[in-house]
C-alpha cells in the first residue's frame, strides 16, 4: 500500500492567527484593536507576512503554537509508527488497533521497502508474509484472541493515523525528519505533509526544512562524516567551518578566517524543489 498523507482541516485562518499572537507581545495595541485593523484592512496580507516572518527569524516560537494541523496518514508501516509516536510535544495522535482490527483470512497490508526490491528479495519478503497471515488466520480460527495473535505480525505491516500538530511541533519534526539521515519512510511522510501544506498556506510550507535549511538553523550539526555524505551537505556548511571561522577571529588571524570564509563547503544557499525531492527519495549506501 502506497503511503498517503491528506491534510484535514486546519486553523481558519493560520497567518492572521500567527501574526495576532506576535502583535500581542510587541504592541501596545490590544488584542481587538489589532483584530479590528486587520479586518478593515490597515493592516495588509502582506504586511502580515512580513512581520511573521521577521518574528520567526528571530526564534519566538510560543506564537507557533497557536496554529495547528490535522492530517490523515495511511499506508505506513509499524516500523514508521514506532519512530512517529517518539514525538510527543504539540502532537496528538489516534492510531489503527490492532487489538480491534482483525485481519480477515489473514491478509493484511504491508509495506515494502526499496532496498529489498533492489536486492533481488522481493518476491521471498512477500511469501514470508502471506505465511505470517495464514499462521495469524490459524490462530484467530483456534479461538487466540486478535490482540494476541498479533505478536506475530512484523513491523512491516501497515497502520494508520489521525494527527493533529500544532505549527512549532511541525517545524521541530521537519526539523529531524527532513534531514537525510532519517530513515526514508519518515521522510517521506514528512514531505507529504509539507506538501499537503504548500497547497493552502506556501508561505508557512516554505519554513518547513531540515534543521540545517536557511530558515532553520543554516549548518549541519550531524556528524562530520554524515555531512560529508549527506548529498545536500554541499549547500550548508558544517558546524566544524563555523568553529575554525570563529576561533580564526578570536585569534586574530584574519587571513585564516577569510580562507574559511571563502571555502566552497562554507557557503549557504537555498535549498530547492530539486532538493527537497532528493531529501525525500535518498537512500543512505
Given at each position: 500500500?502506497?503511503?498517503?498523507?491528506?491534510?484535514?482541516?486546519?486553523?481558519?485562518d493560520p497567518i492572521r492567527s500567527l501574526y495576532m499572537a506576535y502583535r500581542t507581545c510587541y504592541s501596545a495595541l490590544t488584542p481587538q484593536q489589532v483584530a479590528a485593523r486587520i479586518a478593515d484592512e490597515r493592516i495588509t496580507r502582506e504586511q502580515m507576512l512580513i512581520f511573521v516572518d521577521e518574528r520567526m527569524r528571530t526564534g519566538h516560537v510560543s506564537p507557533l503554537e497557536q496554529?495547528?494541523?490535522?492530517?490523515?496518514?495511511?499506508?505506513?508501516?509499524?516500523?514508521?509508527?514506532?519512530?512517529?509516536?517518539?514525538?510527543?510535544?504539540?502532537?496528538?495522535?489516534?492510531?489503527?488497533?490492532?487489538?480491534?482490527?482483525?485481519?480477515?483470512?489473514?491478509?493484511?497490508?504491508?509495506?515494502?521497502?526499496?532496498t529489498v526490491q533492489r536486492a533481488g528479495m522481493g518476491d521471498r519478503f512477500a511469501t514470508l508474509m502471506a505465511e505470517i497471515g495464514s499462521f495469524y488466520e490459524e490462530l484467530v480460527a483456534a479461538g487466540v484472541p486478535g490482540e494476541d495473535a498479533r505478536f506475530v505480525l512484523p513491523n512491516a505491516t501497515n497502520t494508520n493515523f489521525k494527527v493533529t500538530i500544532n505549527f512549532a511541533a511541525l517545524l521541530h519534526l521537519a526539523d529531524l525528519r527532513l534531514c537525510t539521515r532519517a530513515q526514508w519512510e519518515f521522510r517521506?511522510?514528512?514531505?507529504?505533509?509539507?506538501?499537503?501544506?504548500?497547497?493552502?498556506?506556501?508561505?508557512?510550507?516554505?519554513q518547513l526544512q531540515p534543521k540545517c535549511g536557511e530558515r532553520r538553523m543554516g549548518y549541519?550539526?550531524?556528524?562530520?562524516?554524515?555531512?560529508?555524505?549527506c548529498p545536500i551537505g554541499r549547500k550548508r556548511p558544517h558546524k566544524t567551518r563555523l568553529f575554525d571561522l570563529f576561533n580564526a577571529f578570536q585569534r586574530g588571524d584574519e587571513a585564516a578566517a577569510f580562507a574559511a570564509a571563502d571555502a566552497p563547503e562554507s557557503g549557504l544557499a537555498p535549498l530547492d524543489a530539486g532538493d527537497f525531492q532528493v531529501i525525500e527519495t535518498y537512500t543512505e549506501a
Open positions: 500500500m502506497a503511503i498517503d498523507v491528506r491534510l484535514l482541516d486546519h486553523s481558519h496554529v495547528w494541523f490535522e492530517f490523515a496518514i495511511a499506508g505506513i508501516s509499524r516500523a514508521f509508527s514506532h519512530q512517529f509516536v517518539r514525538h510527543r510535544v504539540g502532537i496528538s495522535f489516534e492510531q489503527q488497533s490492532q487489538r480491534y482490527v482483525v485481519y480477515k483470512q489473514g491478509r493484511f497490508p504491508f509495506s515494502v521497502p526499496d517521506r511522510v514528512v514531505s507529504l505533509m509539507r506538501a499537503e501544506i504548500f497547497r493552502v498556506y506556501p508561505e508557512l510550507a516554505r549541519c550539526d550531524e556528524s562530520l562524516e554524515a555531512w560529508e555524505r
